[in-house]
């Protein structure tokens, strides 16, 4: 193993460490110290724990390496309505870590700067990443984020509830009529009627309720930008997901979710055996090594439908974590040294290996792959680089779309409304949102053509 590979291992089992000693919420003691005589970039993000003293690292190597400026590197809850009030308030930080599907809203709104200048100055294209990775970091053709971490969901199975129901651990679902002929199969209940094991449950997590039909070879939006919630493939898709409850009982199958552990703690139901199918991104990795390292599972590509099917193509959403310069910072060109410097392939690798992920990078070195505490990673890695790798739509009104999916689903999921009809309410409301987000925008264009006498736009402008 290399030098580089055996300080990554040394430096994730560091980071793992309950009591490492950093201190998240806010800039070490001793960071005014040290910062004395150099520029000072403040630099907040949402993760604490493991995956914020993993971000500390980075930071520390960057601080360490050069004596110009100073990162400090605050951690907070709700970041997002601190970020909006600080930008608002013209007092922002000078870097922000976000979900990629912020980028949208916070880019047409004008609170963050497009970086196209200042990447090209530092040699950062998109032919370094994954192919579906460089679109999360723009928005109508300008660049207004760069990656942090991101991971593809793939399906984690549970290889010793494959024995236990007869079916080969080394041959996990390919496509959803194979899933559900596992899902049927590894269904296990008490005496008395009570749901104990389940094969795939799609509300385990209820984190993703919009994607189902993605693997059914559509979007939730058409090419030109249009909702497109009851296209007859997502129609299908939520027919499918719909059939798991009815088939199991509406209730029975609620009460069982009741009694499901929340995530990051060991009740989580994939690592007590309760669901022995899920679909996650590879952080689950994490939790599995924390609370149950003996645990006999494995990871494959999603399963989706059999029209769809393609083994040298997986479908995925992937998903990311963003850095951005909010308008208004003090320091936009030292900000982004700063990110340049994580986008240096060790420190895109040792972030990525400390929170299970898989790199964002178009490749992978041979020592990340091989000392990587995911075992699987391999398999998101190829999710990544598919061409069929999806990822959140870019739209400045996703988070009421989204919220209209979520809706949605609860009702389907307990039997109160048919897909068709549920996600044609979905499109309809969507389409209202976008109508009158491009309305505004119109509107904010015209506005700022007559106060400028139709001179072009400022950088800080919405793209």
């Known amino acids: 193993m290399s030098h580089a590979a055996i300080t990554r291992r040394a430096a994730v089992g ?18 005014d110290r040290a910062a004395r005589g150099r520029l000072v970039i403040d630099y907040w993000e949402k993760w604490t724990g493991h995956e914020g003293r993993a971000m500390q690292h980075i930071v520390d190597r960057y601080n360490q390496s050069q004596d110009r400026a100073y990162v400090r590197y605050f951690a907070m809850a709700g970041i997002d309505q601190k970020s909006i009030v600080a930008i608002a308030g013209g007092n922002p930080p000078d870097i922000i870590g976000m979900g990629n599907f912020s980028v949208p809203a916070y880019a047409e709104s004008g609170a963050i700067m497009p970086l196209d200048d200042l ?12 192919p579906a990775v460089w679109p999360m970091l723009t928005h109508k053709g300008r660049l207004y984020a760069i990656v942090n971490t991101c991971g593809a969901l793939a399906l984690f199975y549970n290889r010793a509830a494959f024995r236990d129901a007869g079916l080969d651990p080394d041959a996990p679902p390919r496509t959803i009529s194979e899933l559900d002929a596992c899902h049927e ?30 693997y059914f070879g559509t979007s939730v939006l058409t090419p030109e930008g249009d909702a497109a919630a009851d296209h007859p493939a ?9 059939s798991y409850p009815q088939r199991l009982g509406v209730e029975r199958t609620l009460r069982f979710q009741a009694g499901f552990g929340f995530y990051g703690t060991p009740q989580h139901p994939f690592l007590a055996g309760q669901v022995a199918m899920t679909n996650q991104g590879p952080w689950l990795a994490n939790l599995i090594n924390a609370y149950k390292p003996d645990m006999d599972y494995a990871v494959a590509p999603f399963p989706v439908h059999d029209d769809f099917y393609d083994p040298d193509q997986p479908a995925g959403l992937l998903d990311s974590d963003v850095l951005v310069i909010p308008r208004g910072a003090r320091h936009p060109e030292e900000a982004f040294r700063f990110i340049a410097f994580t986008q240096q392939p060790e420190n895109v690798e040792f972030l990525s290996a400390a929170h299970c992920k898989n790199s964002p990078l178009a490749t992978s070195s041979a020592d990340f792959l091989a000392s990587h505490p995911n075992p699987f990673v391999r398999v998101h890695a190829a999710v990544a680089s598919s061409p069929r790798a999806f990822i959140f739509p870019r739209m400045r009104t996703w988070e009421q779309y989204v919220a209209e999916f979520n809706a949605a689903m609860q009702r389907i999921w307990r039997g109160n409304a048919e897909p068709a009809a549920a996600l044609a309410a979905v499109r309809r409301a969507g389409q209202s949102q ?14 700022r053509a007559g106060s400028s006498g139709g001179a072009g736009r400022g950088p800080g402008s919405a793209g």
């Open 185 to 214: 199969r590894l269904v296990r209940q008490s005496a008395d009627g009570r749901l104990e094991r389940v094969g795939f449950l799609h509300m385990e997590p209820d984190w993703w309720t919009w994607h189902w039909g993605y």
């Open 119 to 130: 990447a090209a100055a530092h040699s950062i294209t998109p032919d370094r990443y994954a």
């Open 234 to 242: 997502n129609i299908r898709a939520y027919q499918w997901a719909r």
């Open 434 to 447: 976008i109508d009158e987000a491009r309305a505004a925008a119109a509107r904010r264009a015209t506005a």
């Open 14 to 31: 560091m980071l793992a460490a309950a009591g490492a000693g950093f201190a998240l919420f806010g800039p070490r003691p001793d960071s």
